[in-house]
């Protein structure tokens, strides 16, 4: 199966088609239809990827160390980095999410 280049596909076409996605997700109704689109979309590993990194949000949220986080998760420093960068320049999607969770 080839892979897919994203140089190679517009970036406005990129926009649309993520914008389609989410759109797909808000209309499904309930945490099990939710659950089974994206236990067919993702393999275990991806699933399990995703996880950790809300996992490692919550922590670094709950400020943490990286140490402590690689011990506690198993999580590599490049991965805590990764979402601690999200968690300074991204959009704010960790933290919305985590605080939805926690109602």
Same mark, same amino acid.
């Given at each position: 199966?080839? $892979?897919?280049?994203?140089? $190679?596909?517009?970036?406005?076409?990129?926009? $649309?088609?993520?914008?389609?996605?989410?759109?797909?997700?808000?209309?499904?109704?309930?945490?099990?239809?939710?659950?089974?689109?994206?236990?067919?979309?993702?393999?275990?590993?991806?699933?399990?990827?995703?996880?950790?990194?809300?996992?490692?949000?919550?922590?670094?949220?709950?400020?943490?160390?990286?140490?402590?986080?690689?011990?506690?998760?198993?999580?590599?420093?490049?991965?805590?980095?990764?979402?601690?960068?999200?968690?300074?320049?991204?959009?704010?999607?960790?933290?919305?999410?985590?605080?939805?969770?926690?109602?």
């Amino acid at each position: 199966m080839p $892979r897919f280049d994203a140089n $190679r596909v517009p970036y406005s076409t990129q926009d $649309r088609l993520f914008n389609a996605f989410c759109e797909v997700l808000l209309r499904l109704k309930t945490k099990d239809e939710i659950r089974d689109l994206l236990k067919d979309l993702l393999n275990r590993q991806e699933r399990i990827m995703l996880v950790r990194r809300l996992q490692v949000a919550d922590l670094l949220i709950r400020e943490m160390t990286y140490r402590e986080i690689q011990e506690r998760l198993g999580v590599g420093s490049a991965t805590i980095a990764r979402v601690d960068r999200w968690l300074h320049f991204g959009r704010n999607g960790y933290r919305r999410a985590l605080a939805k969770s926690q109602r």
